[in-house]
């Protein structure tokens, strides 16, 4: 009897797949496995400023990079800069109610007290 490595049934020594789960038997092969090496990369040398990697000419890029039109480009800058704005308003706001809450505070530990 051959005991399936799936599920465990036994099934005749006869039998190409497992009678229950039908998973096929794999006849032991006696030949050794080849381990290969992992291939070598390759090296990459420096180029000078300017040029382009040679091993960039042979990538395909599908075509030209595109490029932005300037009115996006202009738009996420003005975006930038509301945001920025935004922040330091807030961010002055904040401050200027955080000093009147310390002068209030201040003025309230020196002003004289009210006794009869």
Same mark, same amino acid.
């Given at each position: 009897?051959?005991?399936?490595?799936?599920?465990?049934?036994?099934?005749?020594?006869?039998?190409?797949?497992?009678?229950?789960?039908? $998973?096929?038997?794999?006849?032991? #092969?006696?030949? $050794?496995?080849?381990? @290969?090496? =992992?291939?070598?990369? =390759?090296?990459? $040398?420096?180029? =000078?400023?300017? @040029?382009?990697? =040679?091993?960039?000419?042979?990538?395909? +890029?599908?075509?030209?990079?595109?490029?932005?039109? #300037? /009115?996006?480009?202009?738009?996420? /800058?003005?975006?930038?800069?509301?945001?920025?704005?935004?922040?330091? +308003?807030?961010?002055?706001?904040?401050?200027?109610? @955080?000093?009147?809450?310390?002068?209030?505070?201040?003025?309230?530990?020196?002003?004289? #007290?009210?006794?009869?």
């Amino acid at each position: 009897m051959v005991k399936c490595p799936a599920c465990g049934f036994e099934s005749p020594d006869s039998a190409q797949w497992c009678d229950f789960c039908k $998973e096929p038997f794999r006849k032991a #092969s006696k030949k $050794e496995p080849s381990i @290969q090496p =992992p291939p070598e990369k =390759p090296k990459i $040398e420096a180029v =000078p400023n300017g @040029q382009i990697p =040679p091993h960039f000419l042979d990538m395909d +890029t599908g075509g030209n990079i595109p490029v932005l039109p #300037s /009115w996006v480009r202009y738009a996420a /800058w003005a975006v930038l800069g509301a945001w920025l704005i935004a922040m330091i +308003t807030l961010f002055t706001t904040y401050m200027a109610k @955080q000093d009147a809450l310390e002068n209030a505070a201040a003025a309230r530990r020196h002003a004289p #007290s009210r006794a009869r």
